[in-house]
């Protein structure tokens, strides 16, 4: 199996809706974004996959290792011999990758957060300067744009948080700023005994608000010049929202299940954007 192949089939059985924007990029630019997603995956897979928090530890240093010597010239992973050749091309440096493996040795020390400042560094890391590498490798022209990028990848983590707080509670991650909680009269405890409440509903409608107007913000933010180069964002983001909304119309009924938009519609509403320019 090839580098391209390795990070072609990492990309694609994520089932994630970065997959569906990355679809419509042309060969080079569609080959880089597969290629740094398929590193942040890689990474965040760490985490996730592995319960003993020293060998998670000692994976991520390995990492950082990597990223080390692949700009030195020596990749040795296939994800990195597949990204390596697009760094330049796309501006993708090294502290970009650095970060993310930062935002992921968070998540390794810390699995709370007392304020949102507190949890917009941490996006700030994993999904920020994803957005920020993302908008290079879609064509950036305007240095503007990075502030779009920055804050669209928050509304992004935002999003997936909202997503992902009864499955996140399992594993003792509670990524729901604790002073927020407080305010609406929310334990711990209630999450991760998956119990609903009506300052349950509350806390999270406060937290989809935020999302919403986020998305909004990045929207304002992305210079006109750029608009066409980025739809592969909009698109993600046309998919993401919808599953903001949908997150919305069930109630907020996130903490017993996965709430998630099918192939077929994640496919339809990036094409919409691609093909019509709306969401």
Known sequence: MTPQDYVQQKAAASGSSFYYAFLFLPPERRAAITAFYAFCREVDDVVDEISDASVAATKLAWWQKEVQQAFAGQASHPVMQALMPHTQAFGIESR????VIEGCQMDLNQTRYLDFPGLAKYCHLVAGIVGEVAA????????ATTAYAHKLGLAFQLTNIIRDVGEDAMRGRIYLPLDEQQRFGVKAQDLMQRSYSEGFSALMKFQTERAHALYDEAFALLPAVDRRAQ??????????????????????QVLHQRIALTPLRKLWLAWKMQALGRF
């Not at 046309?238 to 109630?251: D, P, Q, V």
């Open 96 to 99: 970009h990758l650095m970060a």
């Open 136 to 143: 290079r490798i879609f064509g950036q022209t305007d240095a």
């Open 231 to 252: 739809k592969p964002g909009l698109m993600m983001a046309s998919i993401y929202r919808t599953l903001l909304r949908e997150i919305e119309a069930s109630g907020f």
